[in-house]
């Protein structure tokens, strides 16, 4: 285990997932971050002392609208950052309530099937997470 003193950025989020209201079948959330133009799972860095799995789901709150009830927990990410080592931990989250409201940090959302998402994707190394995903989503 490493010490929280040891440069590592520690954040957390999930792959937030839900029914379609029209067929039933499953869909992903990816953000779409304006500062990065990018499109990815909400998640964002972690306060000093808290909880990785409230940290997710307070990511998830602030960055989608959704409220979410956690479910497996996924691989951890590892990248590095503006010179620094990242590391996030991620979980299946069924998206129970919410609405999505534009902010400066997120601008977009969008709910993909899964392959959609994959492509959607911009960072290769989240691409892996919906295998996981679908191994953890009982089917409809």
């Known amino acids: 285990m490493t010490s929280a003193n040891d440069g590592v950025v520690r954040a957390a989020g999930c792959v937030l997932w839900r029914r379609s209201p029209v067929d039933g079948a ?4 990816l953000v779409h971050r304006p500062k ?3 499109w ?12 990785p799995l409230a940290g997710a789901l307070r990511e998830v709150a602030e960055e ?5 009830v956690p479910g497996a927990e996924l691989g951890t ?3 590095m950052t503006g010179g620094r080592p990242k590391q996030v931990r991620y979980w299946a989250a069924e998206a129970t309530a919410g609405r999505f ?5 997120v601008d977009r959302l969008r709910w993909l099937p899964p392959d959609a998402a994959r492509a959607r994707l911009t960072q290769f190394r989240d691409r892996a997470l919906i295998d996981e995903v679908l191994a ?3 089917p409809a």
């Open 26 to 29: 499953l869909e992903l959330c």
């Open 36 to 38: 990065y133009d990018d």
């Open 40 to 51: 990815s799972w909400p998640k964002g860095k972690l306060e000093r002392g808290e909880d």
């Open 64 to 68: 989608t609208g959704y409220t979410a």
């Open 77 to 79: 990410v590892h990248y």
């Open 101 to 105: 409201t534009p902010t400066k940090e």
């Open 136 to 138: 953890a989503v009982r």
